[in-house]
């Protein structure tokens, strides 16, 4: 039991799409140099929809608001794949009133992410959510 609920448990890979450069390199070194995850980073939803499959992502952290493809329309795209059809969702956006917290929560997501977030407290909130919904 031990053995394979560790497995099943510990997060390793996530895939992530942010449009915003600044955004996106400060996420990437809390969650990569600090929280020891591998990134499979994205630009756009378009991108990550095509590469996401070949990268295996445990966890999806989606921006919300996006030029072209934003962070909900990503999830919809990506749940047609069934490989991630069930994997874990975390949004980030500015958007955190309480009826937005929860629309996204009923598009599927396990946490939203309010930005700015702290670069070194991101991974810790992201494996908090992970944990809570792995223990299930």
């Given at each position: 039991?031990?053995?394979?609920?560790?497995?099943?448990?510990?997060?390793?890979?996530?895939?992530?799409?942010?449009?915003?450069?600044?955004?996106?390199?400060?996420?990437?070194?809390?969650?990569?140099?600090?929280?020891?995850?591998?990134?499979?980073?994205?630009?756009?939803?378009?991108?990550?929809?095509?590469?996401?499959?070949?990268?295996?992502?445990?966890?999806?952290?989606?921006?919300?608001?996006?030029?072209?493809?934003?962070?909900?329309?990503?999830?919809?795209?990506?749940?047609?794949?069934?490989?991630?059809?069930?994997?874990?969702?975390?949004?980030?956006?500015?958007?955190?009133?309480?009826?937005?917290?929860?629309?996204f929560k009923s598009l599927g997501a396990i946490e939203v992410i309010?930005?700015?977030?702290?670069?070194?407290?991101?991974?810790?909130?992201?494996?908090?959510?992970?944990?809570?919904?792995?223990?299930?």
């Open positions: 039991m031990e053995g394979s609920q560790l497995s099943q448990s510990e997060l390793k890979r996530i895939l992530y799409v942010e449009d915003e450069p600044d955004i996106q390199a400060i996420a990437k070194i809390a969650l990569e140099a600090v929280g020891g995850f591998e990134l499979a980073v994205f630009s756009a939803g378009t991108d990550a929809v095509a590469n996401a499959v070949a990268f295996a992502p445990q966890l999806l952290l989606l921006d919300v608001m996006m030029p072209g493809m934003d962070g909900p329309t990503t999830l919809t795209e990506l749940r047609k794949l069934p490989e991630l059809a069930q994997v874990p969702v975390i949004f980030m956006t500015a958007k955190v009133q309480p009826q937005e917290v929860a629309h309010a930005k700015p977030f702290d670069p070194m407290t991101l991974a810790q909130s992201v494996l908090r959510a992970w944990s809570a919904k792995v223990g299930q």
